[in-house]
T-cell receptor
Framework: DGGITQSPKYLFRKEGQNVTLSCEQN?????MYWYRQDPGQGLRLIYY???????QKGDIAEGYSVSREKKESFPLTVTSAQKNPTAFYLC??????????????FGPGTRLTVL | AQSVTQLDSQVPVFEEAPVELRCNYS??????LFWYVQYPNQGLQLLLK??????LVKGINGFEAEFNKSQTSFHLRKPSVHISDTAEYFC???????????FGPGTSLSVIP
């Protein structure tokens, strides 16, 4: 089955530690995205990548880093510089440029709690 | 800049009653419009989308939405809700295929038995 997987589902870390969230897709999509969701708020874009080896900052990139070495993988690192990292993180992918199929498909999310 | 407004943060409704979740957007150009649903502790699932053509769009789970260009609205409706429709609903917009998607703040739908 095609889809997006995120691991782990729940993640606990101590303050000051970097942590990497995994996102893998087998939909053959070109573009991938990372969003942050806080209670009662919509989704805010952290980083996105339209193609392998290229990525752009979203609206709240400070304290986060990403890489896109493979088409199917887009890991997100939450660094110690992120002041309030506890949140629900969602990864998505799409195939931009094709209007009929230009829909973002989402993974199940990772809930990060920093203690 | 584009923005998306969902006027109701919470909507309680009795089972089998109709529901409308409101969405308005601000954009001076043509846009693509989406509604997503999120069940607790899960990712978002696409309900329906408007790209062009007919202004009445039908989606999954019996939902439909109507695009109104003059009012810049894309309200979501269902004639009879079920308990299983209890979830968070997000309206979203993007200008072109290469633009970012802008999400609204979400509407929490609670279906009361």
């Amino acid at each position: 089955d095609g889809g997006i997987t995120q691991s782990p589902k729940y993640l606990f870390r101590k303050e000051g530690q970097n942590v990497t969230l995994s996102c893998e897709q087998n939909l053959n999509h070109d573009a991938m995205y990372w969003y942050r969701q806080d209670p009662g708020q919509g989704l805010r874009l952290i980083y996105y990548s339209q193609i392998v080896n290229d990525f752009q900052k979203g609206d709240i990139a400070e304290g986060y880093s990403v890489s896109r070495e493979k088409k199917e993988s887009f890991p997100l690192t939450v660094t110690s510089a992120q002041k309030n990292p506890t949140a629900f993180y969602l990864c998505a992918s799409s195939t931009p440029g094709l209007a009929d199929t230009d829909t973002q498909y989402f993974g199940p999310g990772t809930r990060l709690t920093v203690l | 800049a584009q923005s998306v407004t969902q006027l109701d943060s919470q909507v309680p409704v009795f089972e089998e009653a109709p529901v409308e979740l409101r969405c308005n957007y601000s954009s001076s150009v043509s846009v693509y419009l989406f509604w997503y649903v999120q069940y607790p502790n899960q990712g978002l699932q696409l309900l329906l989308k408007y790209l062009s053509g007919s202004t009445l769009v039908k989606g999954i789970n019996g939902f439909e939405a109507e695009f109104n260009k003059s009012q810049t609205s894309f309200h979501l409706r269902k004639p009879s809700v079920h308990i299983s429709d209890t979830a968070e609903y997000f309206c979203a917009v993007r200008k072109t295929s290469y633009d970012k998607v802008i999400f609204g703040p979400g509407t929490s739908l609670s279906v009361i038995p």
